[in-house]
């Protein structure tokens, strides 16, 4: 790498706005070289390399609403756009009510990195290997947008387009993502295999959310989302039909692993083959959610 | 390229800079501040040889925007031992002998420092935590990690 002296191009330039609205309009009126600016540890090494040719860093934090984090047990947690990862893994509401979105956070690069990395930022770049996005999508994170046309929802569920694409448009600010109250009885795993055991962006991640639910055939439902097998942060419907339907014993779990498997669609990269990384896939959901339903079945 | 006036408290001293919009925080302290301590690594987020206390946590200085820096308080391993004195993480990687080369031991104080901070009692499962973006090739960890510990128990000591 040529970065003698390290550091972002002469040509990029700080904005901080001082108003979701200034923001906005400043973005719409520099499509395609702006970009809202949060903890910056994607964006700092992507435009610094020449990958992104962004001009302006538009500083969104601390803008309505992005620096704070809430809950209510009768609504639900809303993490601002600008709290960082370490912040959120330390906030006794997520530590007793959202344990899988700590847990989420703290698989993320280093503790440095998280001092300034968010959750927000990292749904946003919309990276296939994002740590906390599946754990955000399995707990149900709606995604509130400031846009040209003011503030709308987004749910993650349909949220992401491709790798490092999503529905937000030029213009649009992510201000927070919010969860509603987790179900009763509920208990959620993320598994990251990384080449080594911290700081490695993940190989194969594995996000898994159980709960008991008297509507569903079995009792329980699952949710399962796969990170770095796919284009985009991948839902397993199938599985989780599967888990719901029909009732639950050891052979189910691994018969919806092998849903898992089959649903992915990695590539070989320098981390992993696409063989090694499927396989992959169907042991550590296999593994998930074994962990999971001896956590919450009921005649444990 | 437009300029940009910050104020922030450096090892205690308000300062105002003028920094354009490309420079990080790293190259603020080491080219415009003069405060060589502070190592540039990889300057990508990776190798924690450039982390400093920002507001209180320990960051990557590689990967914050020196304007953005308006209004922080930094701490950075000239801030250590200002008084004179070498800090208590600083006296014991000394006497566990957990520096070689040296390289990676700014870094490693201010994490350190930092976790120390916001917790005076950590496991060794924090203080690895806490040290995990920091890389050290020639050391090993092992006296680090003995290192901050018992930096944690000296200062609780004399906390008592």
């Known amino acids: ?300 | 390229m437009s300029f940009h006036r910050i104020t922030i408290r450096i090892n205690g001293n308000l300062e105002q800079v003028d920094v354009p919009g490309n420079l990080t925080l790293l190259q603020m302290l080491r080219d415009k501040l003069g405060l060589t301590g502070t190592k540039n690594g990889c300057a990508s987020g990776e190798c924690g040889a450039c982390t400093v206390i920002l507001n209180g946590d320990a960051v990557n200085s590689c990967m914050v925007v020196a304007a953005e820096c308006d209004g922080a308080e930094i701490t950075t391993i000239e801030g250590l031992a200002s008084s004179g004195d070498l800090d208590m993480v600083q006296k014991m990687i000394l006497e566990e002998g957990g520096v070689q080369c040296g390289f990676c031991t700014p870094g490693i104080l201010m994490s350190a420092r930092a976790l120390l901070n916001r917790n005076p009692h950590p496991t060794e499962f924090d203080i690895r935590d806490a040290i995990s973006g920091n890389l050290c090739r020639c050391t090993g960890y092992n006296r680090i990690v003995t290192a901050i510990s018992r930096a944690a128990e000296a200062e609780s000591a004399a906390v008592k």
């Open chain 1, 1 to 300: 790498m040529n970065n003698a002296h390290p550091g972002l191009p002469d040509f990029v330039e700080y904005v901080k706005p001082a108003s979701l609205e200034e923001a906005s309009k400043f973005l719409v009126a520099h499509a395609g070289e702006s970009r809202p600016f949060l903890g910056a540890t994607d964006c700092i090494v992507r435009m610094r390399d020449g990958i992104w040719k962004t001009k302006y860093l538009v500083d969104v934090k601390g803008l309505d609403g992005t620096n704070q984090i809430t809950f209510d047990p009768a609504v639900g947690l809303t993490i601002g756009a600008a709290v960082p990862m370490n912040k959120v893994a330390a906030h006794p509401a997520v530590i007793k009510h959202y344990p899988l979105l700590a847990e989420a956070c703290h698989w993320v690069a280093s503790y440095q990195l998280r001092s300034r990395a968010t959750i927000v930022g990292n749904i946003c770049n919309a990276s296939p290997a994002g740590d906390t996005i599946g754990a955000s999508m399995l707990l149900e994170g709606v995604l509130r947008v400031f846009g040209p046309d003011g503030y709308r929802d987004e749910p993650l569920n349909g949220f992401f387009k491709g790798p490092g694409r999503t529905n937000l448009k030029p213009g649009d600010i992510a201000v927070s993502v919010s969860f509603p109250l987790p179900p009763q009885g509920n208990s959620g795993r993320y598994i990251k295999l990384g080449r080594n055991k911290l700081g490695d962006l993940a190989i194969v991640g594995v996000t898994a959310f159980g709960y008991p639910d008297s509507s569903a055939a079995s009792g329980y439902r699952f949710r399962i989302a796969l990170a770095s097998v796919a284009p985009i942060p991948l839902r397993v419907p199938k599985a989780e039909e599967l888990l719901a339907s029909k009732p639950i014993d050891e052979a189910v779990l691994a018969e919806a692993a092998q849903l898992a498997y089959e649903s992915c669609t990695p590539i070989d990269d320098v981390r992993g083959s696409a063989r090694y990384r499927k396989q992959m896939v169907r042991n550590l959901t296999r593994n998930a959610l074994v962990d999971i339903w001896s956590k919450i079945r009921k005649d444990a």
